[in-house]
């Protein structure tokens, strides 16, 4: 049997033995890192502000850019433009409660007003507001959304229905085809449930109405209840995109880019799941010079343009904005224009351009 101090006295050996070991050959470990380019973020430059009046909203135009402005309530605005040269021009000092600047898909421009819509005319030099049809801008001029050499692209959205369709007219022979159904599911169910729910006394009554009226009695549950109005009901949000003459339609209920040529011939569809983070602001914006597409993430109030690869779904480039809290995103030729007002600031709204880069 060993004695319990040999046994100790044995370790205490082996331990020395690999010090002197270690101590007589130094081990050195060695580890490739990926190399890292580190840019200052520039300030983004001013395009228009003053202290005077703020921008209420802006749009392109081939003479330049349209500022909406106001010095003292935006219920009265002032049309201006500001020319490639940075000269002001006011166009007219009458808007009386605008809603926002529309840019049509025929590169046409609106401006809605809570009593009238306005088209924005660039003829020569000059620029004059035209009082447009309102009940032909809401059925014909609202719904396109797309325009390439073979057709035109509508739909029949609604802030208050779980589904919606886009429609191809082909520019020659005129014929109308159904290219995509947008439908979310769980909305839909519960749209459909809303009727089902009802008292009787209360069915009866929708009964009655729908047959006096012709209206879908479940459309009228819906009205009857008030879910369109609820904190439950979200407007659905599918954008349709021209990118060199190919139709884009991003389900993003199906979680897939429908892709059409210009013959209307379908393209496999790719999957996309940037939609799903809980930073996505649902919203896609399309670089008015070079089709490129951007989403729009909001964390912490930082605003994230990050590039879209309509190839495979995936998210490439991201771009952090410089300022918190921006607003009236929008994309041009690599740049992103925004609104700014400085948080508890006596600076009024300005107009910003930050690169892209």
């Not at 729910?197 to 009554?205: N, Q």
């Not at 209920?253 to 940037?274: M, V």
């Amino acid at each position: 049997m060993k004695r319990p101090y040999l046994v100790i006295l044995g370790v205490i050996l082996a331990i020395n033995l690999c010090s002197a070991q270690t101590t007589e050959k130094n081990i050195t470990w060695f580890q490739t890192l990926k190399e890292v380019s580190i840019t200052p973020n520039p300030r983004p430059d001013t395009v228009s502000g003053s202290k005077q009046w703020m921008i209420f909203d802006f749009a392109f135009c081939e003479k330049g850019i349209l500022l909406l402005t106001y010095t003292k309530n935006e219920k009265k605005c002032a049309l201006q433009l500001l020319r490639d040269n940075n000269e002001l021009e006011v166009v007219s000092n009458e808007i009386k409660e605008p809603l926002a600047f529309y840019e049509a898909a025929q590169k046409s421009i609106f401006l809605e007003t809570k009593n009238e819509v306005l088209e924005v005319s660039c003829i020569g030099n000059t620029i004059e507001l035209i009082p447009f049809n309102e009940e032909l801008f809401y059925s014909m001029v609202r719904p396109l959304k797309g325009i390439n050499a073979c057709a035109y692209y509508l739909n029949n959205w609604s802030p208050n229905t779980p589904e919606f369709s886009y429609l191809r007219i082909d520019r020659n022979t005129k014929k109308i085809d159904t290219i995509g159904s947008i439908r979310n599911q769980y909305l839909y169910d519960q749209y459909y449930s809303e009727y089902k729910f009802l008292s009787f006394k209360d069915r009866c009554e929708i009964n009655r109405r729908a047959r006096s009226t012709g209206e879908d009695k479940y459309d009228l549950a819906v009205k009857f209840t008030g879910f369109t109005h609820s904190f439950w009901w979200k407007p659905l949000y599918s954008p349709l995109f021209i990118k060199k003459d190919t139709a884009l339609v991003f389900d993003h209920y199906q979680h897939q880019i429908q892709k059409y040529t210009c013959s209307n011939a379908p393209i496999k569809s790719q999957e996309f799941n940037f939609h799903q983070k809980k930073e996505y602001k649902q919203t896609l914006l399309q670089d008015y010079f070079d089709e490129s597409l951007f989403a729009l993430f909001l964390k912490n109030g930082k605003t994230t343009l990050s590039r879209v690869n309509t190839e495979n779904g995936d998210l490439e480039i991201s771009y952090v904005l410089f300022y918190k809290y921006v607003s009236k995103v929008k994309v041009k030729n690599g740049v992103a224009y925004y609104l700014y007002r400085p948080f508890e600031s006596s600076q009024n709204s300005f107009l910003y351009a930050e690169v892209l880069r």
